[in-house]
């Protein structure tokens, strides 16, 4: 078991490292360009592990021994979720490997791509297996890292396909494009905002029990030790990085720009790594905190109402921002944090509903994994194929592209849902756990909810729609790809394992009644709704008259202005402050200060000055009048 727990990590790196270091000595030779097979065997590998895993590892935690007298060692830990989620993680890296041998043959730098694309998978596979937080944490550190490197890729900003936004536009004084080098370190920087106070929880969490491994933490003995306040405090502050990870409200401008990115990376980052990662790290907490259990521990109710609408809320925002997006990726982009947010909210709904919830939180989170990253390798074809970002197309595209039009069908279908496909099921459980929680929290979570899947699934829709029937103009420029179609194809098909799993209850926890809830009245009368919006964003996939309400949504809501000029206004004043502290207290103590001492030692000086002139007048005065006396006495 030990070293094939190790080669699930380090095969992808290792397997990188050839190209990563011929590259820099023959840049672009036909030898280098190779070598990406290589990296793609590593991700192989990866996968026939996770798989192995999967099938034959009995529950339960391995550990290997770091620093043992502090409680501080490298632990694994293999359950439903780590199985499941390692195994889709895994899966998804491979087929965009392979997607990616086509789609980057001809990049000018392959050697740092395949690198950090290799680091960014072990990375999440080591976030998914790891139950001590600190090891967590270096996969963690992992992702922050590959994903600048991989989003900040095409650092030239030499090419407008690789720009969001429309490439020399404003409003106001607020530039709304943005090139690779800034979409890196936009990404990497708003990360960092909530990875510090993650950080620091951490570090708490292991001052107050003495241990790091999620499974083993007496979370509600925790809680109780800490009292409300600090309950909330210290959750926050470690939720932070899950937050600003998975682009939860306010830190949701970074993944709109991070689709400067190669396609293959939005895949991959918005599917089984990086944003996942703080969605899968909240459902772990909630596993083994068991929140349902904790009613009577003060502090773990307003935790979760937290979460709760910081999710839904997010969801809305998320799902209204596609709705106006016309540039491919970004519409994704925006979806997936909407999807990010429904998850966060289910999840976060288990302190009232129970772990079911937490089951239909992450049967989403897989759900929403394969048909994203169908999506978004199809995005990235027709990207390749009409040199637009933007959608375009018609039935003549589709026919010319028909396996990435028949997949985009299924993908949106699968995710919007419609009955009778993989989502419809997933959402019927949302559905039931938001009306069931109505009765404690009120109303509002069934309802941003139930607007969130009417959005979701018409921007689906306009995306099908605006790319392969009713788009642009476009020009065409296929190039016989063939390992293209094929990753997505095969993707894409996951959608209906999993649908089987759900209709046929062969999942090992069939307690997720799933079935039984789409079969419910309500949530059939939902689906229709969902299935209505749908067919209608299909046929109308832009209302001309709305069209300033849709830039206004597209703009993101001019929360970029958030980031790209409030914020940064804030700091340049900071800075100025600080600068100008700094300049004051420079001069206070190398001129002010000493100026002052040394008038002051001037004063006190003439001061003893003066008074010893006095005193010898005195001194001279007593002197003479005893020598007048001692005269007369001699007189």
Same mark, same amino acid.
């Given at each position: 078991m030990n070293w094939e727990i190790v080669l699930l990590f380090v095969a992808p790196v290792i397997c990188s490292l050839p190209i990563a270091f011929y590259w820099v000595k023959e840049p672009g030779s036909d030898r280098a360009r190779k070598l990406p097979m290589l990296s793609v065997f590593g991700l192989f590998i990866s996968f026939v592990i996770a798989i192995h895993i999967l099938l034959t590892y009995p529950n339960g935690t391995y550990t290997i021994p770091w620093l043992p007298e502090y409680n501080i060692n490298f632990v694994f830990i293999f359950d439903y979720l780590s199985k499941y989620m390692g195994a889709l993680t895994a899966f998804i890296a491979f087929m965009i490997g392979l997607y990616g041998l086509e789609y980057m043959k001809h990049d000018y730098r392959l050697g740092w791509y395949w690198f950090f694309f290799n680091m960014f998978t072990a990375s999440m596979l080591l976030v998914v297996y790891s139950d001590n937080l600190l090891m967590l944490l270096i996969g963690w550190e992992g992702l922050g890292l590959a994903s600048w490197g991989l989003i900040g890729h095409w650092f030239r900003d030499d090419d407008h396909l690789s720009y969001v936004g429309v490439v020399g536009r404003k409003v106001g004084p607020l530039k709304m494009y943005w090139p690779p080098s800034y979409g890196g370190w936009r990404a990497i920087s708003t990360i960092r905002i909530g990875d510090m106070p993650m950080f620091f929880a951490v570090a708490a969490i292991y001052a107050?029990?003495?241990?790091?491994?999620?499974?083993?933490?007496?979370?509600?003995?925790?809680?109780? #030790?800490?009292?409300?306040?600090?309950?909330?405090?210290l959750m926050l502050c470690f939720l932070m990085g899950p937050f600003t990870k998975s682009a939860q409200l306010p830190f949701s401008e970074w993944l709109m720009t991070a689709m400067t990115g190669p396609t293959t990376v939005s895949a991959l980052l918005h599917s089984a790594t990086m944003v996942a990662a703080g969605t899968y790290l909240f459902i772990r907490l909630s596993w083994y905190i068991h929140p349902w259990a904790l009613h009577a521990v003060p502090g773990v109710s307003v935790l979760y109402y937290i979460v709760l609408l910081v999710g839904l809320f997010s969801a809305l925002y998320g799902a209204s921002v596609a709705i106006g997006c016309?540039?491919? #990726?970004?519409?994704?982009?925006?979806?997936?944090?909407?999807?990010?947010?429904?998850? @966060? !909210? %289910?999840? =976060?709904?288990? /302190?009232?509903?129970? #772990?079911?919830?937490?089951?239909?939180?992450?049967?989403?989170?897989?759900?929403?994994?394969?048909?994203?990253?169908?999506?978004?390798?199809?995005?990235?074809?027709?990207?390749?194929?009409?040199?637009?970002?933007?959608? %375009?197309?018609?039935?003549?595209?589709?026919?010319?592209?028909?396996?990435?039009?028949?997949?985009?069908?299924?993908?949106?279908?699968?995710? $919007? $849902?419609?009955?009778?496909?993989?989502?419809?099921?997933? #959402?019927? !459980?949302?559905?039931?756990?938001?009306?069931?929680?109505?009765? *404690?929290? $009120?109303s509002l979570p069934l309802d941003l909810l139930l607007i969130t899947s009417l959005l979701y699934s018409a921007f689906l829709a306009k995306f099908l729609s605006l790319n392969f029937w009713k788009g642009d103009k476009y020009h065409l420029h296929l190039h016989g790809e063939k390992l293209m179609p094929f990753a997505y194809a095969c993707v894409v098909s996951m959608v209906f394992l999993l649908l089987y799993r759900i209709l046929t209850g062969?999942?090992?926890?069939?307690?997720?009644?799933?079935?039984?809830?789409?079969?419910?009245?309500?949530?059939?009368?939902? !689906?229709?709704?969902? *299935?209505?919006?749908?067919?209608?964003?299909?046929?109308?996939?832009?209302?001309?008259?709305?069209?300033?309400?849709?830039?206004?949504?597209?703009?993101?809501?001019?929360?970029?202005?958030?980031?790209? @000029?409030?914020?940064?206004? +804030?700091?340049?004043?900071?800075?100025?402050?600080?600068? /100008?502290?700094?300049?004051?207290?420079?001069?206070?103590?190398?001129?002010?200060?000493?100026?002052?001492?040394?008038?002051?030692?001037?004063? +006190?000086?003439?001061?003893?000055?003066?008074?010893?002139?006095?005193?010898?007048?005195?001194?001279?005065? @007593?002197?003479?009048? =005893? +020598?007048?006396?001692?005269?007369? $006495?001699?007189l």
């Open positions: 107050l029990t003495g241990n790091l491994n999620i499974s083993q933490i007496h979370w509600g003995v925790l809680f109780t #030790k800490i009292g409300l306040a600090g309950t909330v405090f016309l540039e491919r #990726k970004v519409l994704l982009a925006a979806s997936t944090m909407s999807s990010l947010g429904l998850m @966060f !909210g %289910c999840a =976060a709904a288990s /302190y009232w509903y129970g #772990k079911l919830a937490v089951l239909i939180a992450f049967w989403y989170l897989m759900t929403h994994a394969f048909a994203k990253a169908t999506l978004f390798l199809v995005a990235g074809h027709l990207i390749h194929a009409t040199h637009d970002r933007f959608c %375009c197309g018609d039935l003549n595209l589709a026919k010319k592209m028909k396996t990435a039009f028949i997949a985009t069908i299924i993908a949106t279908i699968a995710l $919007g $849902g419609l009955p009778p496909l993989t989502a419809y099921w997933v #959402k019927a !459980g949302m559905d039931t756990v938001m009306h069931h929680i109505a009765e *404690t929290v $009120g062969t999942d090992p926890l069939a307690e997720t009644h799933l079935l039984e809830y789409g079969l419910d009245k309500d949530s059939f009368i939902v !689906g229709l709704g969902v *299935t209505g919006t749908y067919l209608f964003a299909l046929v109308v996939p832009r209302i001309r008259a709305l069209s300033p309400i849709g830039t206004f949504l597209g703009d993101r809501m001019y929360l970029p202005a958030l980031n790209d @000029f409030i914020v940064p206004s +804030i700091g340049w004043a900071i800075s100025k402050l600080i600068e /100008y502290t700094h300049k004051a207290i420079d001069w206070f103590c190398h001129f002010g200060l000493p100026d002052g001492m040394l008038g002051i030692s001037r004063r +006190i000086r003439a001061i003893q000055v003066g008074y010893m002139r006095v005193y010898m007048k005195i001194a001279l005065a @007593f002197v003479m009048a =005893a +020598i007048v006396v001692s005269m007369l $006495g001699w």
